[in-house]
């Protein structure tokens, strides 16, 4: 049980626009910084979206984040085959339990 | 160029020990915290431990506390992760993960390719 709540899977047509959410608590999302990062079959996660909006350079702007109290969505428009992936929301928690939580990952399918 | 690679995987049996390590470079490696993550088999991520810039301060998950040990030798521009009392749950590919920024709280900009550890008799 992943201590971020993300839905297993969505999806999406080419040219959509398809959202994937991430609920935390205040002790996570709710009072620091969420992270996105997309992994493509067989390799390691790639940072797309820092501190809730930040896109790193080479992230393309169809992808964007956003963050509302404990909850954070990344959205990503003008859907491309590429894109098919696993997501992963993460953040720092302050609770001592786990210094980094993440979310357990949402499939994307491109239909 | 950021480049973090990982090495030591192997298969282990439940109870033996075992030590990753990550050798790092294209950045200043003892500017920044650490870390492990890993990655069992077809699920999700997990955090392992973190490292301060100077090995002064160590955290870890519930699930490893006691049995890792993570540690650094900036000197050589290195990461390490020592296994012990290893259970068939530590299956899992090891990444090592670079904050994106300096500040304690920052998450991960660069992975490592991932070391796998299998933990099977």
């Known amino acids: 049980q992943s201590v971020l709540t993300q839905p297993p899977s969505a999806s999406g047509t080419p040219g959509q626009r398809v959202t994937i959410s991430c609920s935390g608590s205040s002790s996570n999302i709710g009072s620091n910084y969420v992270y996105w990062y997309q992994q493509l079959p067989g390799t390691a996660p790639k940072l797309l979206i820092y501190r809730n909006n930040q896109r790193p350079s080479g992230v393309p702007d169809r992808f964007s984040g956003s963050k509302s109290g404990t909850s954070a969505s990344l959205a990503i428009s003008g859907l491309r085959s590429e894109d098919e992936a696993d997501y992963y929301c993460?953040?720092?928690?302050?609770?001592?339990?786990?210094?980094?939580?993440f979310g357990g990952g949402t499939k994307l399918t491109v239909l | 160029e950021v480049q973090l690679v990982e090495s030591g995987g192997v298969v282990v049996q439940p109870g033996g020990s075992l030590r990753l390590s990550c050798a790092a470079s294209g950045f200043t490696f003892d500017d920044y915290t650490m870390h492990w993550v890993r990655q069992a088999p077809g699920k999700g991520l997990e955090w392992v431990s973190l490292?301060?810039?100077?090995?002064?301060?160590?955290y870890y998950a519930d699930s490893v506390k006691g049995r890792f040990t993570i540690s650094r030798d900036n000197s050589k521009n290195s990461l390490y992760l020592q296994m012990n009392s290893l259970r068939t749950e530590d299956t899992a590919l090891y990444y090592c993960?670079?904050?994106?920024?300096?500040?304690?709280?920052?998450?991960?900009?660069?992975w490592g390719q991932g070391t796998l550890v299998t933990v099977s008799s």
């Open positions: 993460a953040a720092w928690d302050d609770s001592l339990s786990a210094y980094v939580v």
């Open positions: 490292i301060s810039w100077d090995g002064g301060s160590t």
């Open positions: 993960a670079k904050p994106a920024m300096t500040t304690v709280n920052s998450l991960f900009d660069y």
